[in-house]
């Protein structure tokens, strides 16, 4: 069946390094979402990537999709304290599917 | 947008009990989810409304759980005979559909306690 599997499951960092988590699936997908959930909170949406090989940016985070839409990645630049949470990617194909999520610490 | 709602925030009962939560979606919305999410897991998708349609419902979930979405405004999940491995935060969340995705606002969820 279908998968989404999120690496890594962890990342300390220290702040103003920057971070990222991949997303692969088992199967191609029609679009990607990505969420951050702060502790003790629900999943808030970030953004969503459709096309093949789709670039999107928000202030210092970038979202890719893959060329063959089984892949995505987050990346932030120079983390700050506010970027603390757990980012989830979740991708459809005939289903929703979350992955397991990173969860971000920072290090002062 | 007051965004959506669920209810009860908190819900602690026996095995083998019947429980019902309730979600109100964001009013325009016309897509309805609910998951499941346990500690350090991703939201495990459940079942899925378009208005009052339930267009898709999960294998993992067995013959105890139902929804409904009467009307196509609000949604209830009801557990019947819960178990032990029901506990866990019921997450709702709502989005405006069109095309495939479109962004999910979540709730607040209710989380589930079974003694």
């Known amino acids: 069946g279908q998968q989404v599997m999120q690496i890594p499951q962890y990342q300390h960092v220290q702040e103003g390094e920057d971070f990222t988590t991949y997303c692969n699936s088992s199967?191609?997908?029609?679009?990607i979402q990505w969420y951050k959930q702060r502790p003790g909170g629900h999943p808030v949406f970030l953004i969503q990537?459709?096309?093949?090989?789709e670039v999107k940016k928000q202030k210092r985070l970038t979202f890719q999709f893959g060329e063959a839409k089984k892949n995505s990645s987050l990346h932030i630049t120079a983390t700050q304290t506010t970027d603390v949470g757990t980012y989830f990617c979740a991708g459809r194909d005939d289903k929703i599917i979350f992955g397991k999520g990173t969860r971000l610490h920072i290090l002062p | 947008d007051t965004g959506v709602s669920q209810d009860p925030r908190h819900k602690i009962t026996k095995r083998g009990q019947n429980v019902t939560f309730r979600c109100d979606p964001i009013s325009e919305h016309n897509r309805l989810y609910w998951y499941r999410q346990t500690l350090g897991q991703g939201p495990e998708f459940l079942t899925y409304f378009q208005n009052e349609a339930q267009l898709e419902k999960s294998r993992l979930l067995s013959d105890r759980f139902s929804a409904e979405r009467p009307k196509g405004s609000f949604s209830t999940l009801e557990i019947q005979r819960t178990e032990q491995g029901d506990s866990a935060m019921y997450l709702c969340a709502s989005s405006l559909g069109g095309g495939p995705g479109g962004a999910q606002h979540f709730g607040d969820g209710t989380r589930l306690s079974i003694l």
């Open positions: 199967t191609t997908l029609s679009n």
């Open positions: 990537l459709v096309k093949s090989g």
